[in-house]
């Protein structure tokens, strides 16, 4: 699983990337670390994100996502096994697609809205800021 992550860390050059703190963290952290120092392959941020809840309680982002629909899954095999999971938590055998696509939805739950670029208003300086308002190109002033 090392190889398949740094091969996509390499393809998609992530500026954050985000995995479960506690004993994930303690079991993947050295050996990520070490593998992404032998391969020069440059990392963003790795937010460690803490499951501080038992899993029904880490999946009630995801479940507030899919009830507004902003949760889409591939129209693929990896699609189908997530899809599956997720109609059988908690009682299904298997819940890994459930732990990842529950995290990602807490990190987007939890993540500060982007900035907006907004133009500064006009600063009028003097009264002849004021006069020739509107008249940028074709102002006598330098």
Known sequence: WVDQY?????????????????MP????EGLITRVRRERKIPGGLVEWIPSLTDKVS???SLRAMA???RVGLPDNDYGERVLAQLLGF???KHDDAVDMVGLMARVIDQAHPAMAITQRPKVHRDKWDRVFDGDEGNSWRL
């Open 6 to 22: 740094m091969a996509l860390v390499q393809r998609h050059r992530p500026l954050v990337e985000f995995s479960e703190a506690g």
């Open 25 to 28: 963290r303690r079991a993947s």
């Open 58 to 60: 880490r999946a009630t």
């Open 67 to 69: 009830s507004m629909g």
């Open 90 to 92: 908690p009682a299904a």
